[in-house]
């Protein structure tokens, strides 16, 4: 195979905000893989609350180079665990592993779902992402994108206000995600009001290594909670099922669609709730995101709805959530520049 990178800053249309950041715009790095005439794409962006940087992950890569161009273009599940046995990150990993993929799909002349033996005659909804920020500005940007779904980021001492005022604008459904800011009690007493407003669950209310408070919270709150900063790799899983009632899959954090896919089985296996989020990438990101539909009970895959402007084209998500599919196979990406 034949490997290339691409870096990137993508626009965001809007100042996003969380609990513990604020950023206008996203760095990612693109990496293209090429076999027999057909290019695969795959994406991880840069994360400073799990320090990762662009110029580490292009070192990373560069320097496995030799052993990623040598690999079998059809066998991607292997070339996961030789970058893994090679100490890659996750986030390495993970471009590298949506590209193989995506690859191979192309390769085969089928969507990556089909070759899992999955359709898409149901899958959830996609959520859109309404970041921290002052009240009205909220307000407005749920006006100005209308959804079904909206996913509500907060960590304020004014958070069931806020969500108050939300509700007055809307009947949609809601989902709120504290990213590690409250306290046990705090999330036990927020989701009494919450559940009223008719928000549908919590995500990571407390810091990531708070199991002990976790275990009080999902004892004593009528939300169900989903672990995000909780779950990162597929060891996490166990875990996570004594102490959240779902688990939320970032590719990036897992290292891709490969350890993904093993982590769905286990929370199934586990009686968990299942769903996979973005990090704000690019459509290259959340087409292979999409891939997964069928097997997920929620999705978070509107990081490419929030940009200014895309890199890539592949996924569709028109209005009300229906979700278009290239027919290129793979996960369906093509650079757009």
Same mark, same amino acid.
């Given at each position: 195979?034949?490997?290339?990178?691409?870096?990137?800053?993508?626009?965001?249309?809007?100042?996003?905000?969380?609990?513990?950041?604020?950023?206008?715009?996203?760095?990612?790095?693109?990496?293209?893989?090429?076999?027999?005439?057909?290019?695969?794409?795959?994406?991880?962006?840069?994360?400073?609350?799990?320090?990762?940087?662009?110029?580490?992950?292009?070192?990373?890569?560069?320097?496995?180079?030799? !052993?990623?161009?040598?690999?079998?273009?059809?066998?991607?599940?292997?070339?996961?665990?030789?970058?893994?046995?090679?100490?890659?990150?996750? &986030?390495?990993?993970?471009?590298?592993?949506?590209?193989?993929?995506?690859? &191979?799909?192309?390769?085969?002349?089928?969507?990556?779902?089909?070759?899992?033996?999955?359709?898409?005659?149901?899958?959830?909804?996609?959520?859109?992402?309404?970041?921290?920020?002052?009240?009205?500005?909220?307000?407005?940007?749920?006006?100005?994108?209308?959804?079904?779904?909206?996913?509500?980021?907060?960590?304020?001492?004014?958070?069931?206000?806020?969500?108050?005022?939300?509700?007055?604008?809307?009947?949609?459904?809601?989902?709120?995600?504290?990213? /590690?800011?409250?306290?046990?009690?705090?999330?036990?007493?927020?989701?009494?009001?919450?559940?009223?407003?008719?928000?549908?669950?919590?995500?990571?209310?407390?810091?990531?290594?708070?199991?002990?408070?976790?275990?009080?919270?999902?004892?004593?709150?009528?939300?169900?909670?989903?672990?995000?900063?909780? /779950? !990162?790799?597929?060891?996490?899983?166990?875990?996570?099922?004594?102490? &959240?009632?779902?688990?939320?899959?970032?590719?990036?954090?897992?290292?891709?669609?490969?350890?993904?896919?093993?982590?769905?089985?286990? *929370?199934?296996?586990?009686?968990?709730?299942?769903?996979?989020? /973005?990090?704000?990438?690019?459509?290259?990101?959340?087409?292979?995101? *999409?891939?997964?539909?069928?097997?997920?009970?929620?999705?978070?895959?509107?990081?490419?709805?929030?940009?200014?402007?895309?890199?890539?084209?592949?996924?569709?998500?028109?209005?009300?959530?229906?979700?278009?599919?290239?027919?290129?196979?793979?996960?369906?990406?093509?650079?757009?520049?």
């Amino acid at each position: 195979m034949e490997l290339t990178l691409h870096s990137f800053k993508l626009t965001l249309a809007h100042s996003f905000g969380i609990s513990r950041e604020r950023y206008d715009e996203q760095p990612t790095l693109i990496i293209s893989l090429s076999h027999d005439g057909k290019t695969g794409y795959g994406e991880a962006t840069s994360n400073p609350y799990y320090g990762v940087g662009i110029s580490n992950l292009m070192q990373e890569i560069e320097e496995a180079r030799g !052993l990623i161009e040598d690999a079998s273009a059809y066998d991607p599940e292997t070339l996961n665990k030789m970058m893994r046995d090679h100490n890659l990150s996750s &986030f390495a990993c993970c471009a590298v592993d949506l590209a193989a993929w995506d690859l &191979f799909g192309k390769l085969e002349g089928k969507s990556l779902h089909e070759i899992w033996g999955t359709t898409m005659d149901t899958y959830p909804v996609t959520n859109y992402t309404i970041g921290l920020d002052t009240t009205e500005i909220m307000v407005s940007k749920m006006k100005e994108f209308p959804w079904p779904v909206y996913k509500i980021k907060l960590g304020t001492d004014r958070d069931v206000a806020i969500i108050t005022e939300l509700r007055k604008h809307t009947d949609a459904v809601f989902r709120v995600d504290a990213n /590690c800011a409250w306290t046990a009690r705090e999330t036990i007493d927020n989701a009494l009001a919450l559940k009223e407003l008719g928000v549908e669950f919590i995500e990571q209310p407390l810091p990531a290594d708070d199991w002990e408070g976790m275990e009080r919270v999902l004892h004593h709150c009528v939300l169900p909670v989903i672990a995000d900063e909780s /779950c !990162l790799v597929e060891s996490d899983v166990a875990r996570c099922a004594l102490h &959240f009632n779902g688990i939320n899959i970032k590719l990036t954090k897992c290292g891709g669609l490969t350890p993904a896919r093993r982590m769905i089985r286990s *929370a199934r296996d586990l009686g968990l709730e299942v769903m996979v989020g /973005c990090m704000t990438e690019s459509t290259v990101g959340i087409s292979a995101i *999409a891939q997964l539909l069928p097997e997920l009970d929620y999705v978070d895959m509107d990081g490419a709805m929030l940009l200014k402007s895309d890199i890539a084209s592949g996924v569709r998500i028109e209005a009300g959530g229906r979700v278009i599919l290239p027919s290129t196979g793979g996960s369906g990406v093509s650079l757009l520049q």
